[in-house]
T-cell receptor, first 112, second 113 residues
Framework: ETGVTQSPTHLIKTRGQQVTLRCSSQSGHNTVSWYQQALGQGPQFIFQYYREEENGRGNFPPRFSGLQFPNYSSELNVNALELDDSALYLC???????????FGQGTRLTVV | QQQVKQSPQSLIVQKGGISIINCAYENTAFDYFPWYQQFPGKGPALLIA?????SEKKEGRFTISFNKSAKQFSLHIMDSQPGDSATYFC????????????FGTGTRLKVLA
């Protein structure tokens, strides 16, 4: 087990709603990255947070936003949910300056 | 140039056999190449990783072979076991800046008992 925990594990939302996903980093890690994994695909980078600031963003629209807290935990917020947002959302924690990243078990989001 | 191409899409191997998964990249700025193992309903777990200053890295039954000039790397699973049945992802990253991973599309491995 990596020590990265995500909540909730499963979630069903209606198109147009908003959702917040949560992640607790592995102890000692100061960087959190979020990835979206569609069914049968590899994870796609959404963004990364370091010291409560966004430190890089992938090709995702602004309705995907995030926060990092002083204890290095993090939230992913998605507004105006679309059917295509249905995916496994993964949080990965790491120590900036080191490339190893450790993933949580993910949150399975279904948009209906 | 940001893509990582992975093959095969699926692989069936007999118990005790060798499983080989290949990846290719184009961005020469990548300098960290991890492999992840993912079981259904779980997050990816780091298996083994390599940097381009070495051509091979071995950890137990898992070996990464790296060909810098061809911009290719591969995962070899020796003595494959049914418990190795999972989806494997290669990835690439730059060891500076955002450290974001570019993942391959995955290989679904099934090891027959």
């Amino acid at each position: 087990e990596t020590g990265v925990t995500q909540s909730p594990t499963h979630l069903i939302k209606t198109r147009g709603q908003q959702v917040t996903l949560r992640c607790s980093s592995q102890s000692g890690h100061n960087t959190v990255s979020w990835y979206q994994q569609a069914l049968g695909q590899g994870p796609q980078f959404i963004f990364q947070y370091y010291r409560e600031e966004e430190n890089g963003r992938g090709n995702f629209p602004p309705r995907f936003s995030g926060l990092q807290f002083p204890n290095y935990s993090s939230e992913l917020n998605v507004n105006a949910l679309e059917l295509d947002d249905s995916a496994l959302y993964l949080c990965a924690s790491s120590l900036l300056g080191f490339t190893e990243a450790f993933f949580g078990q993910g949150t399975r989001l279904t948009v209906v | 140039q940001q893509q990582v191409k992975q093959s095969p899409q699926s692989l069936i191997v007999q118990k005790g056999g060798i499983s080989i998964i290949n990846c290719a990249y184009e961005n020469t700025a990548f300098d960290y190449f991890p492999w992840y193992q993912q079981f259904p309903g779980k997050g990816p777990a780091l298996l083994i990783a390599i940097r381009p200053d070495v051509s091979e890295k071995k950890e137990g039954r898992f070996t990464i072979s790296f060909n810098k000039s061809a911009k290719q790397f591969s995962l070899h699973i020796m003595d494959s076991q049914p418990g190795d049945s999972a989806t494997y992802f290669c990835a690439a990253s730059k060891a500076s800046g955002t450290y974001k991973y570019i993942f391959g599309t995955g290989t679904r491995l099934k090891v027959l008992a």
